[in-house]
């Protein structure tokens, strides 16, 4: 019994297990910039499908799109679902990717999705992967880590500040040369 015990134990500590992660991490950002990040697989072996979910805070962060990765493709031709954005609750559900056909899972590191949002207002938001299911070409799960974003959103220099600092400095450059001509160059 001991002996089947220890063997268990060896196989489920020998097993690998892929990461999950949104990239980068920390993003920085102005409001009203548009910007993507990238849900990308680290260390995984024979990958054939793929299914996460996103969450996000909607009073920070908007999100406009969800794209297909190269990774996947590595393999040869892919299905791919963006899922659905839902800009109330903060969440693109269901975004799923599989290869099509009897053929190898790929194995390495990569991009599974491109997710595009635009920030909204300045704050702190992390970029949540949720509800993963990654599975082989077996039909087997693969077990995986993940890693969350974080999105640092600052508020943009208001242009109207900079044009009056540039507005009163050639006011006084112009009233230093009038003064200095209308003076004949003497004070």
Same mark, same amino acid.
């Given at each position: ?6 063997? +268990?134990?060896?196989?489920? +500590? +020998?097993?690998? &297990? ?8 920390? #993003? !920085? ?18 990958? #054939?499908? +793929?299914? /996460? ?16 990765? =190269? /990774? ?14 839902? !800009?109330?609750?903060? @969440?693109?559900?269901?975004?799923? *990717? ?32 949720? !509800?993963?299911?990654?599975? *082989?070409?077996?039909? *087997? ?6 890693? *969350?974003?974080?999105? !640092? ?10 044009? @009056?600092?540039?507005? =009163? ?5 112009? /009233?230093?040369?009038?003064? &200095? ?7």
């Amino acid at each position: 019994m001991m002996r089947v015990l220890a063997s +268990c134990l060896f196989v489920v +500590c +020998c097993v690998q &297990s892929a990461t999950i992660s949104v990239s980068p991490s920390p #993003y !920085n950002v102005e409001v009203g910039q548009s910007f993507t990040v990238d849900v990308g697989i680290d260390s995984v072996a024979d990958l #054939y499908a +793929c299914q /996460f979910d996103l969450a996000f805070d909607p009073g920070l962060l908007s999100a406009s799109a969800i794209a297909e990765g =190269a /990774f996947l493709g590595l393999g040869g031709p892919t299905f791919f679902l963006a899922g659905t954005i839902d !800009n109330v609750d903060g @969440l693109i559900l269901s975004t799923a *990717d599989s290869l099509e056909g009897p053929v190898s899972g790929v194995t390495g590191t990569g991009v599974l999705a491109s997710a595009t949002f635009t920030a909204l207002a300045p704050g702190t938001t992390s970029i949540e992967i949720a !509800n993963t299911f990654l599975i *082989d070409s077996q039909s *087997d799960f693969i077990y995986a880590t993940t890693g *969350d974003g974080t999105i !640092n959103v600052v508020a943009t220099p208001e242009p109207v500040s900079v044009g @009056l600092l540039l507005l =009163a400095l050639a006011s006084l450059a112009a /009233f230093g040369t009038v003064s &200095s001509w209308t003076h004949g160059g003497q004070f």
